[in-house]
Nanobody
Framework: HVQLVESGGGSVQAGGSLRLSCKAS????????MAWFRQVPGQEREWLAG???????YYSDSVKGRFTISQDEPKNMLYLQMNSLKVEDTAMYYC????????????????????WGQGTQVTVS
């Protein structure tokens, strides 16, 4: 069972930056695909970015060019660097992992990921 713990959320002004971190209990075959999602109360969980163990990265149109997903395998860490933040980026951000994930990162859904963190709140004003 893989455990994920997010950190790094907080309050920031529009145009600012934050880096979210996700500490995994392991990076292994069980975490061959990792991703970041976010959710606003009353709305569906939205996929933002994904990364496969081989290093391929994918982004939603809403964050492409502003957010960067990365991994530090020796440290069992997943990151989301968020730049040029907008008020509409305000949400709870979640780290997710799965052994396979969505094939080719096509239309990623929360149900494609087995393991989830507890979330970290990002507020942009």
């Amino acid at each position: 069972h893989v455990q994920l713990v997010e950190s790094g959320g907080g309050s920031v002004q529009a145009g600012g930056s934050l880096r979210l971190s996700c500490k995994a209990s392991e990076l292994s075959a069980s975490t061959g695909c990792m991703a970041w999602f976010r959710q606003v109360p009353g709305q569906e969980r939205e996929w933002l970015a994904g990364i496969y163990s081989g290093g391929d990265t994918y982004y939603s149109d809403s964050v492409k060019g502003r957010f960067t997903i990365s991994q530090d395998e020796p440290k069992n860490m997943l990151y989301l660097q968020m730049n040029s933040l907008k008020v509409e980026d305000t949400a709870m951000y979640y780290c997710a992992a799965d052994s396979v994930g969505p094939i080719g990162m096509l239309d990623p859904q929360p149900t494609d990921f087995v393991y989830w963190g507890q979330g970290t709140q990002v507020t942009v004003s």
